[in-house]
């Protein structure tokens, strides 16, 4: 088993502050805009480092995503960060029209995505965004799992062409994937290999992914774990290489089962090669107040979930 | 610099435009279309800085535009390719299969002096703020212009955008509301009470100028107005009081034209009302 080593607990979303004030360093374009949550989406650095180029918007969600679009028509990089469900519910209409139909350059930085934002409870855990954004024509999709990987997706987002969603979260959770991997979007990783079973994971369920492969491997049960970082565009080749090792598959995610990853895997197993899917996701729920780990636990989705999700795959493969 | 008289030359074409395009395609607004013609007619052809020669999306260089109130395309269209930015007889397409004329503007086409997809409304200001600002980031001189409705101004997020301009000083930035007081449904003061937008925008820290949309030294006043306001710190607001429907009398004055179509004796009557004019029909 591919070993991979906690270096220390950090939040994604100050994966994401680095990685923007690192974005901006190399590339005079890029723009930080917020809605009054510039220390929650640790923009500061960003901030402090170039003044000019940080628009505080208050909090009016939907005159940022506008005034965000009109920077990228000019020929400004924007990124524009909030909390998950009111940058991406809230001004779904406004990311509809202005980002993705008038294809304009816009990322969007989504934070305190899904249950693990924790105490403030369901008004402010939105286990619904991944599904808005997947259902946008041409919007990439990305869900990184820890802080470096976050910083190199925000990396990447800045160099892509065209809209970006990328979400990542609120609490420290484990650092475990390598300091300078760049981050490619659209392609899979295969995190570790195995023979039985294939775990599908993103953001905070790739660190319990690998928790659980360690479990299985205890008990003789191979398990391959794919970190998908990006949900769309999806590696269908990557998702179909290990569907055929395989033959059975758990996706697990902090979303909700309806237009989450588990439904864009599905979609491509269904089309191009069915095999045996089990869900670790949030099914069809709001969310509550509690602390995250306790959170995650309810809702199934820790290593110990995925572990029995693993078996009830192998079990209905044989 | 056209002249009073040619500038209402251009406007009655592009008023014979509205009506022929949305009757072609059996559908679009030809009411708030009409209410505009006259102030966008002299804001293209006297005011902009701009040309199609060397446009780009990006809008360097040059003044740029952002139809906010997105249905009113006709009008929009017609000034577009009089003025050059694409020939006149694609008019024909507007709203067909296939056509680069969307109902509401897309940039999806690639379409000369379409600089952001809009209609859905009350986004078209924050989309112009971004662009004033980022106008502003690069030290270019020009301006930004936007129109508005008064009916499309009941939206919520105008308000944000109009907070946003006067808080980052958007003094590049001009915003005009069509205020012909009708909506869908009906005036917009039976509608939703919007009340004096004039001491609204002046409340939100706006320069504002009212102006007679249909009287062209009154609009040439208020774009002077509002060109010797840069500077001052302030975004401008001109209200342009208009008449939905104006220029053909069974359509004038009344909210039953924002997005109804003549029917082909009606139309024929219309065109008679206007009168032919030297540019020609497309």
Known sequence: MTKYTDTGKKDTRSGFGAGLLEAGK???????????????????????????????????????????AGLAITGKIPFIGSFAEFVTGRVYDQLRQEVAYGRTNVKIASSHAGITLGEDGATHQTMEDIALMRALPEMVVLA???????????????????????????????????????????????????KDVSIIACGHLVWEALQAAQELEAEGISAEVVNMATIKPLDEEALLATAAKTGALVVAEEHNMAGGLGEAVAGVLARRQPAWVEFVNGADRFGQSGTPSALMAAYGLDAQHLVAAAKRALARKK | MQSHEQLKIIATQVRRDILRMVCMAKSGHPGGSMSSADFLTALYFNEMKHDPATWTRDGKGQDMFILSAGHLTPVYYSILARYGYFPVKDLATFRQMGTLLQGHPSIRGGVKGIFQTSGSLGQGLSAAAGLALGKKLDGDGERVFCLCGDGESEE?????????????????????????????DGPVSAVAGEGDLAAKWESWGWQVIVADGHDFASIEQAFSLARANQGSGKPVMILFQSDMGHGVDFMAGTHKWHGSVPKPEQLEDALRQLGETPLGDF
């Open chain 1, 144 to 194: 990184p799992c820890d802080y470096n990987e976050t910083l190199q997706a925000t990396l990447a987002a800045a160099r892509w062409e065209g809209p970006v969603y990328l979400r990542f979260g609120r609490p420290a959770v484990p650092n475990f994937t390598p300091e300078d991997r760049p981050f490619e979007i659209g392609k899979a990783w295969v995190m570790n290999e195995g």
């Open chain 1, 26 to 68: 190399a590339d005079s374009r890029i723009v930080a805009l917020t809605a009054d949550l510039k220390g929650s989406l640790k923009m500061n650095a960003f901030a402090d480092a170039f003044p000019e180029r940080f628009i505080q918007c208050g909090i009016a969600e939907a005159n940022m995503v506008g005034v965000a």
């Open chain 2, 156 to 184: 919520g997020q105008i308000w944000e955008a109009g907070m946003f301009a006067v808080h980052h000083h958007l003094d590049n930035l001009v915003a005009m509301t069509d205020w012909n007081g009708q909506q869908i």
